[in-house]
């Protein structure tokens, strides 16, 4: 049963640097054309299931104007929602304006997720975020009065130059926009973006993990907890729609460049605009047999606190975890830990975690 | 077709200087082939020499000339130009009576246009020089012309050609007729007949490549290898036009293929003598000498359950190669493999290269090393071609090492900087000679193990790659060597050994230690890497523990690329050797052969 549905806006007023996913710049006529062929996707895709979680994604999704808000919305009526599902929706915090507010929380958004990435107006620039910081308390004031009570804000860190003193100033900020949920990323300098393309650099090694330590640290002074590789939350505001990719359960993904899960295949759809109007929706299908649903299984629920419920487990695939990959070895070196029949990556080696997983799925058993 | 119509002949040359391009116009201009079957090189027969650029196996070919109302045999018996391959080139020559000497226009004569010529003219061979690439706009034939006159050619021997236009082809075939001299063998005599080359197929078993000295072979006499002893009947003759030709017999002053239905690869030995076993002839022809292999390298399967198809491939590989040598060792390290033996550089690069592509075997190969003598305090001498086989310091009375005299040849612009690393690699200085005013030779004598190194690189980073180079070994010489070892994790990694001279121990360490660094990937805990002579640490670099290895984000679900993502890190793994508990990629074990400073 697909309770989850992923939704993407590809459209932005600005590029970022860093950013590699699938955008285009905003236009009128693009987003009218994008919207007609999205409708189709989904009549031709969704069965009627009820959905607990929606994530409106982009590109920047609330730089859309009103009456094409308006449309995407009158799109998306068509799904079913449940009582308390969690619907996101992903932006810049200056296009989140009162008028657009109040027509999010009037079609059921009840979360927001806002790209902050950094408090310093060099970094910012750096990143190719133009973008006044200033406005975000302002913002966050006015989307908690029209009744938001569930916001997420983005960090990036470990950008060439930030030192550990900017890292604490971000940090800083952002706790004092009390909000429920934070994502931290460190930059990751993509092919195809413009960062690469200048010749950007990672930073050291040793000072992102130091960065990454403090913000663990200061993060959870503050009452968040990490329950997630690089996601913090008050308790009771995990991000449901993160975690059904982490819980490896099936989802749709509708719009230019998605991706989603259905019936054991996962799909990732055109990053082509004219294919995508065209109602050439799909790029590649992986078929997951049995033996891919494990691997996925094991890769994506290690990236959780939990990590793999070994009872779960076995309910799924009808055999114990330890007869398709020994992970004994790993145990015995601390680097994976086996508690009240979970099996889980220990936090402080949460930042060694794909060494950790390939090493894993090396202990395959064959036979 | 009668003898004196026949003439057998190679084409000999410093690397690069038109020696296939020049074969194929050949053959293109005896019709023996269609412009448009002529793919580049058409006599390089492996992939392999034809994406370097080199002739690795000799092949032979039968071309018709027509000429004054006679028809003409050719036998075309392509060489390899490099110096590591003169063992071939002299087995090519010896089914000769003449040879052309290509010099390119626009390089004049090099390093191996010499050597070539000198084993060309051992081989009492008639010379043809020839001037190619003429209509390249940097041609200059009037300075090559003196520089031939130079080394004892007269202008009006000297031939001129453009291989790429045909320019000249017609006159080089003429001149092939009028001063090559046909063979001289006898028809009536007993058979007599060269074992040029061979090589395995996998349908036809071992196939040779053969030249009639005296008497006639026929399809289905029975033949003895005079010095194997070996008998077998002869299943098929033929000859290549290029493409290949069934016939009935082969008679004196001819080249062909020989199939005899022989699998065992140790009854061929090129340079062997065929007759018939029941008409033997008295004396066999004088072959070759073997030739010694100058430099060793361990060659190990980076998938240990592939060591006895390494074994088969060299074993195949050593049938039309008799220069290479390998005996099984074992590696701590590296586990199963072979130690193998090599005529010089390029002879080893190209093995390796044939072990992977042409049997699928992916190897891992140690740094190279030259053959040392070394006395013992109890006055026996033993033999060490790899550092792991090198004794206790206290046991060894002196070492001895292997030196060549090397010719460099080099627009006299560069002299100084050359003259400054032939002294940096230990070098002597011989003598130096001016071809013209601006080209110059210079000798020197060298341990061969410096030029193992990284002598090539440095040259031609020197010369901006115009200076050529060639080398023979002269004897040994004591040194003040030593066996250095790298640690890893304070273990020694027997396959990362070496043996240096003294002086140049510390900045080697020193180079591969930093090398290493580079090269091993961060591990779950810090790895030292020690340079060490007798337990003695040198030097000493630490590859710091793993502090990030995270797909930070998972934007939109897209899972299946964290996924892909995951896959190439588990085969990169896949590819690591583990050593101890250190992963380690292949590439560090020939870290050690590269001096070039990390970057």
Request: some cysteine.
């Amino acid at each position: 049963m697909i309770k989850n549905c992923y939704i993407h806006i590809p459209f932005c007023k600005n590029i970022c640097t860093y950013c590699d996913f699938c955008k285009m710049f905003y236009n009128q006529n693009m987003v009218f054309n994008y919207l007609n062929a999205l409708e189709k996707e989904i009549q031709s895709t969704y069965q009627g299931e009820e959905l607990e979680t929606i994530y409106i994604g982009g590109g920047t999704p609330n730089c859309l104007n009103v009456e094409e808000l308006e449309r995407l919305f009158q799109i998306l009526s068509i799904l079913h929602k449940s009582s308390n599902m969690e619907f996101t929706v992903e932006g810049n915090i200056d296009y989140f304006t009162e008028e657009k507010l109040l027509l999010f929380k009037k079609n059921g958004v009840n979360r927001l997720s806002i790209g902050i990435e950094s408090s310093n107006p060099e970094t910012l620039k750096k990143l190719g975020r133009n973008l006044d910081i200033s406005l975000t308390k302002e913002g966050i004031k006015k989307a908690r009065e029209i009744g938001f009570s569930n916001i997420n804000v983005d960090l990036i860190y470990a950008i060439d130059g930030e030192c550990n003193h900017q890292l604490d100033e971000d940090i800083s900020f952002l706790l004092s926009l009390s909000v429920e949920h934070i994502s931290t990323y460190s930059l990751m300098i993509e092919d195809h973006t413009i960062l690469k393309m200048q010749g950007e650099k990672n930073i050291d090694e040793d000072l992102d993990y130091s960065m990454y330590q403090t913000i663990c640290k200061k993060l959870k002074e503050n009452g968040y907890l990490h329950y997630e590789i690089s996601n913090f939350s008050k308790k009771g505001y995990y991000s449901k729609h993160n975690l059904c990719y982490w819980n490896n359960q099936e989802y749709y993904g509708f719009g230019l460049g998605a991706s989603s899960y259905l019936h054991d295949k996962r799909i990732t759809n055109t990053r082509s605009y004219s294919k995508y109007i065209k109602g050439e929706f799909v790029k590649e299908i992986e078929n997951v047999g049995i033996s891919e649903k494990i691997e996925y299984q094991i890769l994506l629920n290690l990236r959780k606190k939990e990590g793999i419920s070994l009872e779960e487990f076995k309910r799924l695939y009808k055999k114990e975890l330890i007869s398709f990959y020994n992970y004994s070895s790993l145990l015995k070196e601390g680097l994976l830990v086996l508690e009240n029949n979970y099996l889980f990556i220990p936090e402080d080696k949460w930042y060694i975690s794909n060494e950790i997983i390939v090493r894993l799925l090396g202990c395959e058993v064959y036979g | 077709m009668k003898q004196e119509n026949i003439r057998n002949f190679c084409i000999i040359a410093h690397i690069d200087h038109g020696k296939s391009t020049l074969a194929d116009r050949i053959l293109e201009y005896t019709g023996s082939i269609d412009k448009r079957e002529l793919k580049n090189q058409m006599l390089d027969s492996m992939d392999l020499e034809r994406e370097r650029g080199i002739t690795i196996k000799l092949n032979a070919v039968e071309l018709l000339y027509h000429k004054d109302g006679e028809d003409y045999q050719f036998n075309l018996i392509d060489t390899p130009g490099h110096v590591d391959f003169s063992y071939e080139v002299s087995r090519s020559l010896a089914a000769c009576e003449g040879a052309i000497l290509v010099v390119d226009a626009t390089q004049g004569v090099e390093a191996q246009t010499l050597a070539n010529l000198y084993l060309a003219l051992d081989n009492h061979l008639t010379i043809i020089p020839v001037i190619n690439k003429i209509d390249l706009p940097s041609a200059n034939p009037e300075k090559v012309i003196k520089e031939l006159e130079n080394i004892g050619f007269s202008a009006n021997e000297i031939v001129l050609t453009s291989a790429k236009t045909g320019e000249g082809i017609i006159s080089l075939l003429d001149k092939i007729i009028e001063v090559i001299p046909a063979p001289k063998g006898n028809e009536k005599a007993p058979l007599k007949a060269l074992i040029f080359d061979s090589l395995f197929d996998s349908y036809k078993g071992v196939i040779t490549s053969i030249r009639i000295m005296d008497g006639i072979l026929r399809k289905g006499d029975i033949i003895r290898m005079m010095e194997t002893g070996a008998k077998y009947d002869v299943v098929g003759l033929s000859i290549n036009t290029p493409k290949e030709k069934s016939i009935d017999v082969l008679r004196a002053g001819e080249v062909g293929y020989l199939y005899a239905s022989i699998k065992s690869i140790s009854d061929v030995h090129v340079g062997d003598t065929i007759t018939l076993d029941n008409n033997p002839c008295l004396e066999k022809l004088p072959g070759y000498q073997p030739m010694r292999p100058t430099v060793y390298c361990g060659i190990y399967p980076v998938d240990p359950s592939k060591f006895e198809d390494l074994r088969e491939a060299l074993n195949k590989l050593k049938l039309n190669d008799a220069a290479l040598t390998f005996e099984a060792e074992t590696s701590k390290a590296l586990g199963f493999g072979f130690r193998c033996g090599f005529l010089g550089l390029l002879h080893m690069d190209v093995m390796e290269e044939r072990v992977t592509r042409e049997f699928g075997i992916e190897l891992i190969a140690t740094s190279p090393s030259v053959v040392y003598e070394v006395e013992l305090t109890d006055h026996t001498k033993i033999i060490v071609d790899s550092p792991h086989k090198m004794p206790r310091r206290e046991v060894i009375s002196k070492i001895l090492e292997p030196y060549v005299k090397c010719s460099i040849f080099s627009p006299s612009s560069y002299i100084g900087p050359l003259m400054e690393l032939c002294q940096e690699k230990r070098g002597n200085f011989i003598g130096m000679d001016y071809l013209d005013t601006e080209r110059v030779t210079i000798q020197y004598e060298m341990p061969l193990s410096e030029i193992v190194y990284d002598f090539f690189d440095r040259l031609k980073s020197c010369t901006k790659g115009y200076a050529s180079f060639d080398y023979e070994i002269i004897g040994y010489k004591e040194s003040n060597l030593v066996k250095m070892d790298i640690l890893l994790n304070g273990e020694i990694v027997d396959a990362l050994s070496v043996i240096v001279h003294k002086d140049f121990a510390y900045q080697r360490g020193r180079i591969v230690c930093e090398k290493l660094k580079e090269i091993i990937p961060r591990q779950l805990f810090e790895v030292p890497i020690q340079a060490a002579i007798y337990n003695h640490v040198i030097a000493r670099e630490t590859v710091k523990a793993l502090r990030k290895d995270v797909l930070a984000k998972c934007y939109g679900g897209d899972i299946t690329r964290k996924k892909k993502l995951l896959e190439k890190q588990k085969e990169g793994k896949k590819r690591m050797k583990k050593i101890g508990s250190v992963d380690i990629p292949q590439e560090a074990f020939l870290s050690v052969l590269s001096s070039k400073e990390s970057s």
